[in-house]
């Protein structure tokens, strides 16, 4: 019985992704000319598109290097070919599937059949995903900088009269009252016996049942920030991962001659991935295109080109995470194929 409604409780949440989704992609795409849309596409010449998934591809194998870089921080030594392998299993199931599991959570789950530590070799997909979101936000902040002053005030200028923004501006109090109101209870749990027992009753629970866990997190944590220089590096590399396909980007973006200086893609993208991030669809879809698109159009780009850009970026990750479907197929992803942490396999 409790497993029927667990599975119900499953649809359900499935259900209403898929439903915010269809509903993301309508807002993406619903005031596009589809037969211009259909004549931009046309202008792409060939070696700009593979040139274009070249990036993509050489993005990818950045980030992969970055990850084998902190598993070796944790001692877990494994061949990069074999982290090529799982990555990009990961990205095929997040990018090409329509499915609930994560391209991140696959490649912890299968990294960990390869070596007896285990939770150190999750951790490092965990922290391997912090590094990558804190990156594009350094990205995203430091690339609005270089967006010339007079530029800068009139993509504020834009934004400020987008309907979403309006009526954030016109309810602001009603938004201030919210925030004011978290930010009061929070106070209150802080400052008053009776919260923090609260507190203390809840950090006691998850200590009692997870004591070892949390144990063992603690001192993965402490290795990394030990290691603050593989923190720099992962970073560094987190640049040149997103830079690269950026670049591919802005290659398709010239193609069709969208109005945008190449500034703009530096701050745009890495924003709409982050926005993608937010567990609301699989694998953000529609959430990443609608936020290229509001972002493009704010600057000046016509509704057809930012669309375009949004359309032509979903296609590139599908491209590119095709790769995955072969090896899922081959079964090249699985323990008997390789190991980490042994000269033999493990079952």
């Given amino acids: 019985m409790q497993q029927g409604k667990s599975r119900k409780k499953q649809y359900f949440w499935h259900s ?38 070249a990036s993509y591809a050489a993005s990818q194998l950045i980030f992969v290097a970055r990850w084998c870089m902190f598993l070796k921080v944790q001692s877990i030594k ?31 789950w299968y990294v960990t059949k390869h070596t007896d530590r285990k939770l150190e070799a999750a951790l490092s997909v965990v922290i391997d995903r912090i590094i990558g979101l804190s990156g594009l936000l350094i990205m995203a902040i430091a690339g609005y900088w270089f967006i010339p002053a007079q530029a ?9 009269q987008m309907p979403l923004m309006q009526a954030i501006w016109t309810n602001k109090w009603l938004v201030s009252v919210l925030f004011l109101a978290a930010a009061a209870i929070g106070l209150i749990m802080v400052l008053t016996a009776s919260g923090r027992r609260i507190i203390r009753g809840l950090v006691s629970k998850v200590s009692l049942r997870a004591a070892e866990t949390l144990s063992k997190i603690r001192l993965a944590v402490l290795i990394y920030y030990r290691k603050k220089m593989a923190i720099l590096a992962g970073l560094l590399l987190t640049f040149c991962c997103q830079g690269v396909f950026i670049i ?3 290659l398709i973006g010239q193609a069709i001659d969208a109005n945008a200086d190449w500034e703009l893609y530096f701050v745009f993208f890495p924003v709409s991935w982050l926005l993608g991030t937010i567990p609301l669809t699989p694998g953000g879809v529609g959430v990443v295109e609608w936020a290229v698109r509001v972002m493009f159009e704010g600057a000046g780009v016509t509704t057809n080109h930012a669309s375009a850009l949004a359309l032509a970026q979903r296609v590139l990750w599908i491209l590119g995470s095709l790769p ?24």
Avoid: T
Avoid at 23 to 51: E, H, M, R
Avoid at 88 to 108: E, K
Avoid at 152 to 160: D, K, S
């Fill in 152 to 160: 800068r005030n009139e993509l504020l200028r834009q934004y400020a």
């Fill in 78 to 108: 494994i061949p990069y070919w074999a982290a090529v392998r799982l990555h990009f299993l990961g990205l095929f199931y997040s990018n090409a599937l329509p499915s609930a599991v994560g391209g991140d959570l696959l490649r912890a």
């Fill in 16 to 53: 209403l992704r898929f439903l915010i989704a269809a509903g993301a992609l309508y807002l993406a795409f619903n005031k596009v000319d589809w037969p211009q849309l259909g004549q931009l596409v046309s202008q792409i010449k060939i070696w700009v598109l593979l040139c274009a998934l």
């Fill in 248 to 250: 591919g980007l802005w």
């Fill in 324 to 347: 995955g479907a072969v090896i899922h197929l081959m079964g090249s992803h699985l323990p008997k194929d390789f190991s980490i942490d042994y000269n033999r396999s493990i079952n």
